[in-house]
């Protein structure tokens, strides 16, 4: 018996050696230190767990050897859902909402209602951290929903990554010169919270004054170089439009110029024509898909812009507001490569433009 036990110690030495899984580690610690004599309390003290978990370890090794520790032999009590119903759960929660299986009233998910759902259809009671350690094995989290715009048309969006987006990297091959993406934001005063560091229980404090001040600003991404060219202007209007274009011409004086931008309305104004006519062997807009805006890539410069002046900052005068904005601007430019690996991925298949944002 003594032997028996030396050999086991020996083998469980090995093993903890070569052992690169925290938790395979941990239960052949546990046998170990259990073969040596130490009582159930001292161990959970040492591996930092209960001692309904030592006790479990220990069971599974006294009934099946160091084998019954493996990660497909656990210890623990056996699922009380079988595979059928928690398929079944988690595609209710996945794909129904609350009010569509009996909830009423209620559009969200909790631990509270999805161990409601459970007891009601299987009855089985969880706790509310049973329900969440069952959510968890099925990957399921506690995420914050996105919004889509509903009336975006999916197959006009399809087909611009995969037809026209292809279409106007005619650049690789000279016949366009400078594809650019352009789109217009109002950067305010006080534009939105972040999540920041701060002291744990407290909240940093932003001031307001509760007003909307800001500037509106036009900007044109250079696909291929990375180049920004960008404006701030007073309003919104087809003269506005009309004179950025004309910087635009100004900033790329030779070669074939395709701007892609969304479809606002100043995009399509009649006062552009006349300009768009003269210039037509050199300037060419193509309107995105309506309702897309995460395939402009300006939209990534609004967000990089926001996030790192405008979020969790509160300004007085919206002097200071174009103050910083021209600050972020002249320095990111400085550095062309973080431009174009951030907002203009190269893309390794054409038809594909999803991961631009």
Known sequence: MQMEQEQAVKELDERMKK????????????????????????????????????????????????????????????????????????????????????????FSWTLHLMGEYIQREFDVTYSLQGVANVAHRLNLSYTMPTYTLAAADETKQQAFRENTFPELKKLESGEIDHLLFEDESMIRDCQALQYTWFLKGKQRIIQTTGKHRGVKLLATLNYETGDILWKEDEQYTAETFLDFLQGVLNAYPTGKIVVVLDNARIHHAKLLQPFLDKNKERLELIFLPPYSPELNLVEGLWKWLKADVINNVFYHTVAEIRENVTLFMNRIRENKQEIIDRLCLRLEDDSVLAEFL
């Open 19 to 106: 052992e690169k899984s925290r938790r395979m580690f941990e239960r052949y610690q546990t046998i170990h230190l259990y073969l040596q004599g130490m009582t159930t309390k001292q161990i959970a003290g040492i591996i930092k767990r209960n001692e309904k978990t030592v006790n479990a370890y220990v069971r599974a090794y006294q009934e099946h050897g160091l084998e019954g520790l493996q990660m497909n032999h656990s210890p623990g009590a056996p699922a009380r859902l079988t595979q059928q119903q928690q398929e079944q759960f988690k595609q209710t929660i996945v794909e129904k909402l609350p009010h569509e299986v009996g909830f009423t009233a209620k």
